[in-house]
């Protein structure tokens, strides 16, 4: 596997993100066995990764779509999910934006009473969706801690009465509950609590359809880091969501919205040495790439692992590995144990196709790199993106 890989960056180039067919179905149809088919539905959160051939295999796996903004449903109808595929969960979003979003048939979970209110003058007796804050976060960093009281994100659990007060004055129905307390996730306990939160005040709201429990599940980066037990997390989720049901008066379907868990682990972005500094304190292997391609080391002191391709057996060293951005923040790894390396080798840093070139920028007028898909089952190489060029960036 590792002798190819690194072939794929003489033939495409590099830095260069790729992407594994097969694996990425895997983690889609994991998440889809956890539950039975008829309880749950999974819309994908695409600002994970939006690259639209992934985003087709995602669709082709039976998921639907989790969209932030006009542009993310644009392009989730662009490569064909029909608009009740595609869920739309806006954070302060303009009446222009959710005019638009509305216009494309999408349906709307609204995260403020502000936002309640904006959206029934602009669409009186119509249905919405309503994010809570559960008064419970988690997640890996505290930047994507998305409940609890320092979050922005939803409505106070405790102003139930106060959504169906601004509900009923423009006539709304009130069709789902959502949270998403996290990204990042790995523990079932908080992921089961706040889902009793959500199901304790969801019988107050007589008119559900759905109840929404978000994303968050996380993968382990770390090589000793257990993995979350979806297995256990799909059996007692279960169970507390039958228990609802059956006491609930209309038949209301449940929702997840993972993105980390489905694209992560099927990702690399493969760099090269450009430079060995032996300095006072550190070595640092310098590469063609930076954070300007992969910024979660550096935004949340994330740690992705890195093999050395071109030297895989080699005497260890420990080294940071750093990019070629002007800033000293530009690591992806320090004081890490690898494979002594030299210029020209090709690095693969792993479980980056989450929040990795979604979150890429073209900071230093560096362009970003091509994006390859090895296709299951013979993992033969499809270019998925073009590399971009400093043409592209001196366009007006
Ligand atoms: C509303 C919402 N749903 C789902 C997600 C996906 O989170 P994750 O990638 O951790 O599953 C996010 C991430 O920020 C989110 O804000």
């Known amino acids: 596997m590792s002798a190819p890989e690194a072939e794929l ?9 790729v992407y594994d067919e097969g694996e990425l179905r895997a983690r889609c149809r994991a998440l889809r066995n956890a539950f039975a088919p008829e309880l749950a539905d999974f819309f994908y959160a695409m600002k994970a990764n939006s690259n639209p051939h992934l985003l087709g295999i995602v669709r082709e796996e039976g998921l639907g779509i989790d969209a932030v903004s006009l542009g993310e449903v644009r392009m989730a109808r662009h490569v064909g999910f029909a608009p009740t595929q595609i869920s739309f969960n806006g954070n302060n979003v303009d009446d222009a934006e959710m005019s638009a979003v509305r216009a ?6 609204v995260d403020s009473l502000a936002q309640l209110a904006r959206y029934g003058r602009l669409f009186p007796e119509t249905s919405v969706g309503v994010r809570l804050n559960p008064d419970i976060g988690a997640g890996h960093h505290d930047h994507v801690i998305t409940g609890g009281p320092e ?5 106070d659990v405790g102003l139930a009465r106060s959504i169906l007060e601004v509900a009923a004055a423009h006539r709304l129905r009130i069709h789902g509950l959502q949270h998403h307390i996290g990204s990042g996730i790995l523990d079932v306990a908080k992921l089961s609590l706040a889902m009793e939160v959500l199901l304790e005040v969801a019988p107050l709201f007589p008119e559900l359809d759905f109840v929404d429990f978000g994303g968050g599940f996380g993968i382990p980066y770390r090589p000793l880091q257990a993995p979350l037990d ?4 799909g059996r007692v989720a279960t169970e507390r969501i039958e228990r609802f049901r059956a006491a609930y008066s209309r ?42 391609h992969l910024i979660r080391p550096m935004a949340y002191g994330s740690y992705h692992r890195i093999e050395n391709l ?19 923040g530009d690591l992806f790894a320090k004081e890490r144990l690898l494979p002594e390396c030299h210029e020209g080798d090709v690095l693969a840093i792993r479980d980056a196709g989450a929040y990795g070139y979604s979150m890429s920028s073209t900071y230093n007028l560096r362009p970003r790199p091509a994006e390859v898909l090895l296709s ?21």
């Open 376 to 396: 299951s089952p013979d993992q033969s190489p499809t270019l998925i993106r073009r590399r971009e060029t400093i043409e592209d960036l001196l366009a007006p």
């Open 151 to 155: 979050s922005k994100f939803g409505i």
């Open 310 to 328: 071109s030297n895989q057996g080699g005497a260890l060293e420990v080294v940071s590995v750093a990019g070629n951005i002007c800033e000293s």
């Open 251 to 292: 038949p209301v379907r449940v929702r997840f919205e993972p993105g980390r868990f489905v694209v992560a682990t099927s990702g690399s972005l493969l760099v090269t040495v450009t430079a060995v500094k032996r300095a006072k304190k550190h070595t640092f292997i310098g590469t063609d790439s930076g954070f300007h």
């Open 230 to 233: 979806l297995e256990t997390f």
């Open 9 to 17: 960056v003489r033939r495409f180039g590099s830095p260069l993100y």
């Open 104 to 109: 494309e048939g999408v349906h709307v979970i």
